[in-house]
């Protein structure tokens, strides 16, 4: 039987649209969520609506770890079954060591995969894996293909707005004394991933009405140059995230909005009512 070409690997942060779900050759390897001893397959054995209703009232803080290399050895074997090779695009490095885990699998597997770092996660991801099954069907090489994604990943543009200060907290990703002064002033902290994929803290604005408004702006310096398509990504407040695409589009005419769900580790970390605005420069 004749193998297939390539293989699209990615890990459970990404965003994966309809277009991504219907790709055969499309493969998605399962982070893991623990609250306290108990661990849970990201997707398989928590849906993103139980992993909500869990942080609401589960005493211990929930944290993601990365599959293991055996995991990823186990889906790189069965790929290589109808596959010459892979290209896998993972969450930033920085934040994650799902990539690291994924080159000791295909070592242990055998299996030959180019590995891309998007420096990011959700669309950040996915966006990359989108571009490069174009690159791949207009006929570009495996090397190619790299070279694009690796210059690809350090464009994109990204802003989210923290929906739950507390879990900051608790994540320890924000002191005491931030989290009392944010909850008193009703702060809503603006956080984005770096060039460099590091998660950071770019704005604080008072009220939701003005936060969803600096998210606008955003986007309408986006359009002035030359964007015409973002994605929207939102955490568990699909009514919040079409009134912002309203609220877009009556401001930007022409703007096209995708919306989509964040992802496991920022709904872990930014919470429920979590609103995102990313894009990648042309």
Same mark, same amino acid.
């Given at each position: 039987?004749?193998?297939?070409?390539?293989?699209?690997?990615?890990?459970?942060?990404?965003?994966?649209?309809?277009?991504?779900? =219907?790709?055969?050759?499309?493969?998605?390897?399962?982070?893991?969520?623990?609250?306290? =001893?108990?661990?849970?397959?990201? !997707?398989?054995?928590?849906?993103?609506? =139980? *992993?909500?209703?869990?942080?609401?009232?589960?005493?211990?803080?929930?944290?993601?770890?990365?599959? &293991?290399?055996?995991?990823?050895?186990?889906?790189?074997?069965?790929?290589?079954?109808? /596959?010459?090779?892979? #290209?896998?695009?993972?969450?930033?490095?920085?934040?994650? !060591?799902?990539?690291?885990?994924?080159? $000791?699998?295909?070592? #242990? &597997?055998?299996?030959?995969?180019?590995?891309?770092? &998007?420096?990011? *996660?959700?669309?950040?991801?996915?966006?990359?894996?989108?571009?490069?099954?174009?690159?791949?069907?207009?006929?570009?090489?495996?090397?190619? #293909?790299?070279?694009?994604?690796?210059?690809?990943?350090?464009?994109?543009?990204?802003?989210?707005?923290?929906?739950?200060?507390?879990?900051? /907290?608790?994540?320890?990703?924000? $002191?005491?004394?931030?989290?009392?002064?944010?909850?008193?002033?009703?702060?809503?902290?603006?956080?984005?991933?770096?060039?460099?994929?590091?998660?950071?803290?770019?704005?604080?604005?008072? &009220?939701?009405?003005?936060?969803?408004? /600096?998210?606008?702006?955003?986007?309408?310096?986006?359009?002035?140059? !030359?964007?015409?398509?973002?994605?929207?990504?939102?955490?568990?407040?699909?009514?919040?995230?079409?009134?912002?695409?309203?609220?877009?589009?009556?401001?930007?005419?022409?703007?096209?909005? =995708?919306?989509?769900?964040?992802?496991?580790?920022? +709904?872990?970390? +930014?919470?429920?009512?979590?609103?995102?605005?990313?894009?990648?420069?042309?």
């Amino acid at each position: 039987m004749t193998k297939k070409p390539i293989a699209w690997i990615v890990d459970s942060t990404a965003y994966v649209s309809k277009e991504l779900q =219907e790709r055969s050759d499309f493969f998605s390897v399962p982070l893991n969520i623990h609250f306290g =001893e108990k661990q849970y397959v990201d !997707g398989v054995d928590l849906t993103p609506e =139980e *992993l909500y209703e869990k942080i609401k009232t589960a005493k211990v803080f929930p944290k993601s770890s990365q599959p &293991s290399a055996g995991v990823f050895a186990e889906k790189y074997k069965k790929i290589a079954e109808d /596959y010459e090779e892979a #290209i896998a695009v993972h969450v930033s490095a920085k934040m994650s !060591g799902t990539l690291v885990s994924s080159k $000791s699998g295909a070592e #242990i &597997s055998g299996f030959p995969v180019t590995f891309i770092d &998007s420096l990011s *996660l959700s669309y950040g991801v996915s966006g990359l894996v989108e571009r490069g099954m174009e690159l791949q069907k207009n006929g570009a090489t495996v090397p190619e #293909i790299k070279a694009e994604l690796e210059r690809m990943a350090g464009t994109l543009h990204n802003y989210i707005l923290i929906g739950q200060l507390d879990q900051l /907290y608790k994540g320890g990703r924000m $002191s005491a004394a931030q989290f009392y002064i944010g909850s008193l002033l009703k702060v809503k902290p603006i956080v984005q991933i770096s060039k460099e994929g590091e998660l950071q803290a770019v704005d604080k604005v008072r &009220s939701e009405k003005r936060a969803l408004q /600096y998210l606008i702006n955003k986007v309408a310096d986006a359009y002035r140059s !030359g964007i015409t398509k973002i994605c929207l990504m939102q955490g568990n407040v699909p009514e919040q995230a079409n009134h912002l695409k309203s609220l877009i589009i009556a401001q930007v005419p022409g703007m096209e909005v =995708e919306i989509g769900d964040i992802s496991t580790v920022l +709904a872990v970390h +930014a919470g429920e009512g979590t609103l995102a605005v990313l894009w990648f420069d042309k």
